[in-house]
């Protein structure tokens, strides 16, 4: 049964505004009605909708509600302490794991890195690192809200979009690709099956051909449904490979670690995330192209 992921969002007192804008600006990247986006790309199609923190349904609307993640936005004068007590207030039931971003909002871009916001950067980070979070600066200007999204390594605002995006929600439905490949062999096969058993009962009835073709039939079958959920659980692992990568390079940012734990960990990540693509059968896919140039 499909279901809905419910992505929690809020801040601080005064972070109305600013909440109002990520959310607003989001609406305009994804498809929405209410309070409710509808995330679609190549791999999968996923309803989410944003609730309030504490905000509760009734009993009967949760049957299909899956909490999914938590936006947490301030400003970025507010101290990361202001957040604690948000945090450890919510409900364990209302802190999804799927995504969770600390949002920090300005409406002006940082030009200048001081001191004072080194410090204050990796402070912040630590406090995400701590209880799960992925922390994000995003500029609230109309510039801001609208740069970087060409950049292949993204920031700000364009990350976010990124992050929702690239989510396996718990409402993901697989796309046509993916999900019909088993279904269209089933069909073929029993068809097959269906006209061989009717032309063996009019030729000889002791014939078991039509039963070791409908073992074959459910064989390939499901070895079809298998392949499904293997790529479903590599892109999971890619995405918890990715959010790994951010971590480490947040953390880098912050001088949390020194240049060699930088590169053996970001190496282990990369060598993952290689590993995962091969899985998704990239290499077999570059292969199947050079083939064809020959």
């Not at 419910?6 to 005064?14: E, Q």
């Not at 992925?134 to 109309?142: L, R």
């Not at 070791?212 to 039939?217: A, D, P, R, T």
């Not at 999971?236 to 990715?242: G, R």
Request: charged share 30%; aromatic share 6%.
């Amino acid at each position: 049964m499909a279901c809905t992921s419910i992505l929690r969002i809020g801040g601080p007192p005064g972070s109305e505004t600013v909440i109002s804008i990520i959310k607003n600006h989001l609406s305009n990247h994804f498809p929405s009605q209410s309070d409710k986006l509808q995330i679609t790309n190549k791999y999968f199609t996923a309803d989410v909708q944003f609730l309030a923190f504490h905000e509760q349904k009734e009993q009967e609307q949760t049957l299909n509600l899956k909490e999914d993640g938590i936006l947490i936005i301030f400003p970025s004068d507010a101290h990361i302490d202001s957040l604690t007590q948000i945090h450890d207030e919510l409900p364990q039931d209302q802190i999804g794991d799927t995504l969770r971003l600390c949002i920090s909002t300005s409406a002006k871009s940082i030009t200048v890195i001081t001191k004072e916001y080194e410090d204050r950067y990796s402070q912040r980070v630590l406090w995400c690192l701590d209880r799960g979070y992925e922390y994000v600066e995003v500029d609230v200007t109309e510039k801001g809200l609208t740069d970087g999204f060409d950049e292949r390594e993204k920031d700000g605002f364009a990350r976010v979009v990124e992050a929702m995006g690239g989510t396996v929600w718990s409402s993901a439905i697989m796309a046509a690709k993916n999900r019909t490949v088993a279904q269209t062999l089933l069909d073929h096969c029993e068809d097959e099956v269906g006209t061989k058993e009717v032309k063996v009962e009019a030729a000889d009835s002791t014939n078991d051909e039509p039963m070791v073709n409908g073992k074959e039939c459910e064989r390939q079958k499901t070895s079809e449904v298998s392949d499904e959920a293997k790529d479903e659980s590599v892109l999971n692992n890619i995405e918890d490979v990715m959010k790994q990568a951010k971590t480490i390079r947040e953390a880098s940012k912050g001088g949390q670690l020194s240049d060699q734990e930088r590169r053996s960990r970001a190496g282990n990540a990369a060598e993952m995330l290689m590993g995962l693509l091969d899985q998704m059968g990239f290499d077999d896919d570059e292969d199947d192209g050079s083939s064809e140039d020959e």
